[in-house]
């Protein structure tokens, strides 16, 4: 059974940056697609960014464009997110999943393994 576990979060001021980690057990991902999602409270769950599983090509929400940058690292069994210039609206539960396919996208339904979450908390 594949276990994920994020780290990373926290609270920080507009502008600051983050960089959220996961890391995956159970079996080797290096063949899975990798991506974050976010829930910010009172709405639900949305698409932040993913990464294919060389880690060649990556795909992202048009509102965190030029500002994150999803990585991985299939040694390690491990994806990251280094979120910067962050804002009050990036304030949101990150959760780190591993996709059923190589490749990227945002359908949350191709994601079949899920961390528990961290928080992250923008003050303005």
């Known amino acids: 059974q594949v276990q994920l576990v994020e780290s990373g979060g926290g609270l920080v001021q507009a502008g600051g940056s983050l960089r959220l980690s996961c890391a995956a057990s159970?079996?080797?991902?290096?063949?899975?697609?990798m991506a974050w999602f976010r829930r910010a409270p009172g709405k639900e769950r949305e698409f932040v960014a993913s990464?294919?599983?060389?880690?060649?090509?990556?795909y992202y929400t048009d509102s965190v464009k030029g500002r994150f940058t999803i990585s991985r690292d299939n040694a390690k069994n491990a994806v990251y997110l280094q979120m910067n210039n962050l804002k009050p609206e990036d304030t949101a539960v990150y959760y780190c999943?591993?996709?059923?396919?190589?490749?990227?996208?945002?359908?949350?339904?191709?994601?079949?393994?899920w961390g528990q979450g961290t928080q992250v908390t923008v003050s303005s």
């Open positions: 159970g079996r080797t991902l290096s063949r899975n697609a």
């Open positions: 999943a591993a996709s059923k396919l190589y490749i990227a996208n945002s359908y949350v339904d191709d994601y079949d393994y």
């Open positions: 990464i294919n599983w060389t880690g060649g090509f990556t």
